[in-house]
């Protein structure tokens, strides 16, 4: 099981860009990479997912290089709303129990 | 729009008693998931089901059980609640054959006193 390492905590301020970096150094050719956010007393939400080079929604883009030992989440111009805790997921998407092992997730605190 | 849905919000139960949540799912997902969240120890997996009458232990099943009777709804089960299982409880099903987008229900913040 791939294990993913991210910083504890980031603070912004708003309309920056801001950038998680996540480390996920013994991913597996099956494993995809997957981001959430949860905000307090909620569930976590689906933010993206890639398994290579970059993919970008409407919400945030991921980069991830050609060894996907890493991935990064861009989040364009944050705001306030945008403070919560950011899960990186790595795991075989066709292996459900595999799929959703969360880690210790990135606490972002957007200032004003 | 509501994917997930989890049968309480807020519960207090005493020690001992018999605790049942319940979670349900309307978008046919093979995949359902039971999860804590503690401070500190982020979200950590209690038992998964991938099918009716499926089950697996997560990482944590000790004091659980579930139920998968049918499709839609897959139920934790605190068969003799304690304090030390005071947590928020999160259902969780994931899309597709067990990946892409995992929709989460609201959470149910449970006290055993």
């Known amino acids: 099981l791939a294990k993913t390492t991210q910083p504890i905590s980031m603070d912004s301020y708003e309309g920056q860009e801001v950038n998680i970096t996540c480390s996920h150094n013994?991913?597996?050719?099956?494993?995809?990479i997957t981001w959430y956010q949860q905000f307090p007393s909620q569930g976590p939400r689906f933010i993206i997912q890639?398994?290579?080079t970059k993919v970008t929604n409407e919400v945030a883009s991921l980069f991830i290089p050609a060894d996907r030992k890493s991935s990064t989440l861009s989040l364009p111009r944050v705001s306030l709303s945008d403070t919560a805790v950011y899960y990186c997921?790595?795991?075989?998407?066709?292996?459900?129990?595999?799929?959703?092992?969360f880690g210790g997730g990135t606490r972002l605190m957007v200032k004003p | 729009d509501v994917k997930v849905t989890q049968s309480s919000r807020y519960l207090v139960k005493r020690t001992g008693e018999k605790v049942f949540l319940e979670c349900v799912q309307d978008?046919?997902?093979?995949?359902m998931f039971w999860y804590r969240q503690d401070p500190g120890l982020g979200l950590r997996l209690i038992y998964f089901?991938?099918?009716?009458?499926?089950?697996e232990k997560g990482d944590i099943p000790e004091g659980y059980s579930v139920s998968r009777e049918k499709k839609e709804r897959f139920s934790l089960i605190l068969e003799s609640a304690s304090t030390n299982q005071t947590s928020m409880y999160l259902c969780?099903?994931?899309?597709?054959?067990?990946?892409?987008?995992?929709?989460f229900g609201q959470g149910t913040r449970l006290t055993v006193v």
């Open positions: 089901s991938y099918d009716v009458k499926m089950k």
């Open positions: 978008m046919d997902h093979e995949n």
């Open positions: 890639g398994y290579k």
């Open positions: 997921l790595v795991g075989d998407i066709y292996n459900a129990g595999n799929m959703l092992t």
């Open positions: 969780a099903s994931p899309g597709g054959d067990g990946g892409g987008e995992a929709f």
């Open positions: 013994n991913i597996a050719t099956n494993d995809y």
